[in-house]
Nanobody
């Protein structure tokens, strides 16, 4: 199983980015998928998750601004991030699975004020 994350970059506050996580070796629709982030000097935190059944959840600070979704045909999970704020600056990681999990490499998101 491999995960390839992309889509990060530098954006001004109020802007948008869409992160992508392409999965190979298993289906995104068969697994719990999640996005985490880690800001400098902080622990990695769960940002959003998507169950195999299609249920989503978000941490409070991104609820209403971020959307996690998947495209089964492309075997890809997305994180649409709108109304970005400087506090969203972090390296973002995608994760597949729960007890047995796989991680993608991080993608840097930097939000300037």
């Amino acid at each position: 199983v491999q995960l390839q994350a992309s889509g990060g970059g530098l954006v001004q506050a109020g802007g948008s980015l869409r992160l992508s996580c392409v999965v190979s070796g298993t289906g995104v629709s068969d697994n719990m998928m999640a996005w985490y982030r880690q800001a400098p000097g902080k622990q990695r935190e769960l940002v959003a998750s998507l169950t195999s059944g299609g249920s989503t959840s978000y941490i409070h600070s991104v609820s209403g601004r971020f959307t996690i979704s998947r495209d089964n045909a492309k075997n890809t999970v997305y994180l649409q991030m709108n109304s970005l704020i400087p506090e969203d600056t972090a390296v973002y990681y995608c994760k597949l699975g729960t007890l047995r999990s796989f991680w993608g490499q991080g993608t840097q998101v930097t939000v300037s004020s």
